[in-house]
C-alpha cells in the first residue's frame, strides 16, 4: 500500500507543477482514476479546467486526445466511421478520436445531446460499436469531461444517462488571492505545461486499479452505500434518486479513497467523504424544493445525518 500511495502521491505533485491550488479536485481525479472511473468538471470559464485534465495526460505515459465539443461535432466524428476503399473494394474502418486512453471531451454540453449520447457505449462498456462491429478501447481508458454551467450561452443540458456514467463531478472555483499570485509568476516567462513529464506508465496505473478493485469493503459498509442511494430515490424533494451504477460508483470510489490513504479497507468515513462528489450530480431537484433554495448536496447532507453509521474493526 505504501508503494501505491507513493505513486499516487508522485502524479498529483507532478500536476501540481502546473495547477495551483487544487489539491482536492486533483485527488478527486486520481481516485477516479484508479477506480476505473469518469469525471465530470464543471465550473466558468477560464479557471484551469482544460489546464487539469491536460496536465494529468502529461504525467501519465498514455495515449491522449482532446476533443473539442462544438455544435458541428457528429457522432461519427467520436466513434469513428467505415468507408468504402477503392483499391481493395472493402470497407474500412476509420477510427474516431476516442479510442485512446485518455480522452479530454472539452466543453461537452456545447455541442447537441444526439452527439454527446456518443460517449454513452464506451463510458460504460470500454468499446464502441460501428456498423455491427464491436472494437475495444485501449486501457486503460478514462474519460474527463469540462462543461461551463447550463445558464451560460449555447450549452445543451448532459442527459440523465450521460451524467451518470460520471463517477464524479468535480468543481475548481477561483483562486484565492496568494494562490492567484502563484499563478502568475508561475506562467509569467512561459506555460509550465510545455515542459511537463510523464511520471508514471500504463502499467502503473493498471496496478493501482487492480489494487484499488481489492480494498476490503465490508458488509456493514456495502449496506450503509445501499441505505444512502435508497433514501434518495424515496425522497419527497427528489424527483430522480441514485441508481444502482451510482452505488458501485460510490464503493469504487471510496475503495480509491481509502488507497489514498494508505489502507486496505474502506472505513464510513471514506464513504462520507466521497458520497456528494458521487451522488450530487444525479439527482435531480423537484421544482418547489429548489424554491426553498434546496439542493442536492443539502438534501444529501440531511440523508447523512439522519443515518445510522456502521463501526468497522480495522
Given at each position: 500500500m505504501e508503494k501505491a500511495a507513493l505513486l499516487v502521491r508522485s502524479i498529483q505533485d507532478n500536476i501540481e507543477r502546473v495547477i495551483v491550488g487544487k489539491s482536492n479536485a486533483i485527488r478527486l481525479i486520481l481516485i477516479a482514476l484508479i477506480g476505473k472511473g469518469h469525471v465530470l468538471i464543471e465550473d466558468v470559464p477560464g479557471v484551469g479546467k482544460t489546464m487539469l485534465v491536460s496536465s494529468l495526460a502529461k504525467s501519465l505515459n498514455l495515449s491522449f486526445k482532446r476533443i473539442q465539443f462544438t455544435p458541428d461535432v457528429l457522432p461519427s466524428d467520436i466513434t469513428g466511421f467505415s468507408m468504402y476503399n477503392f483499391k481493395t473494394g472493402e470497407m474500412e474502418f476509420k477510427p474516431g478520436m476516442i479510442l485512446n486512453q485518455i480522452i479530454l471531451a472539452d466543453e461537452i454540453n456545447r455541442t447537441s445531446p444526439k452527439t454527446q449520447s456518443s460517449l454513452l457505449e464506451v463510458m460504460e462498456e470500454g468499446q464502441v460499436t460501428v456498423d455491427g462491429t464491436t472494437y475495444p478501447i485501449p486501457q486503460p481508458f478514462m474519460v474527463l469531461?469540462?462543461?461551463?454551467?447550463?445558464?451560460?450561452?449555447?450549452?445543451?443540458?448532459?442527459?440523465?444517462?450521460?451524467?451518470?456514467?460520471?463517477?464524479?463531478?468535480?468543481?475548481?472555483?477561483?483562486?484565492?488571492?496568494?494562490?492567484?499570485?502563484?499563478?502568475?509568476?508561475?506562467?509569467?516567462?512561459?506555460?509550465?505545461?510545455?515542459?511537463?513529464?510523464?511520471?508514471?506508465?500504463?502499467?502503473?496505473?493498471?496496478?493501482?486499479?487492480?489494487?484499488?478493485?481489492?480494498?476490503?469493503?465490508?458488509?456493514?459498509?456495502?449496506?450503509?452505500?445501499?441505505?444512502?442511494?435508497?433514501?434518495?430515490?424515496?425522497?419527497?424533494?427528489?424527483?430522480l434518486g441514485a441508481s444502482p451504477r451510482a452505488a458501485i460508483n460510490l464503493m469504487r470510489a471510496s475503495q480509491g479513497y481509502a488507497l489514498l490513504e494508505g489502507r486496505n479497507y474502506v472505513i464510513p468515513d471514506d464513504v462520507q467523504k466521497m458520497v456528494s462528489s458521487v451522488l450530487a450530480h444525479r439527482l435531480i431537484v423537484r421544482p418547489e424544493a429548489r424554491l426553498k433554495e434546496m439542493t442536492a448536496e443539502s438534501i444529501i447532507e440531511s440523508i447523512m445525518k439522519i443515518l445510522y453509521v456502521p463501526v468497522i474493526e480495522s
Open positions: 469531461a469540462t462543461q461551463n454551467p447550463v445558464e451560460y450561452i449555447g450549452t445543451f443540458p448532459l442527459p440523465e444517462a450521460q451524467l451518470d456514467r460520471f463517477m464524479l463531478k468535480v468543481t475548481m472555483g477561483y483562486p484565492k488571492k496568494r494562490e492567484e499570485m502563484a499563478i502568475l509568476s508561475r506562467f509569467q516567462s512561459d506555460n509550465p505545461l510545455k515542459s511537463l513529464g510523464a511520471v508514471a506508465s500504463a502499467e502503473d496505473i493498471v496496478y493501482l486499479q487492480d489494487l484499488c478493485s481489492n480494498i476490503k469493503v465490508a458488509d456493514p459498509i456495502k449496506e450503509y452505500i445501499s441505505d444512502i442511494v435508497s433514501m434518495t430515490r424515496d425522497h419527497a424533494d427528489l424527483s
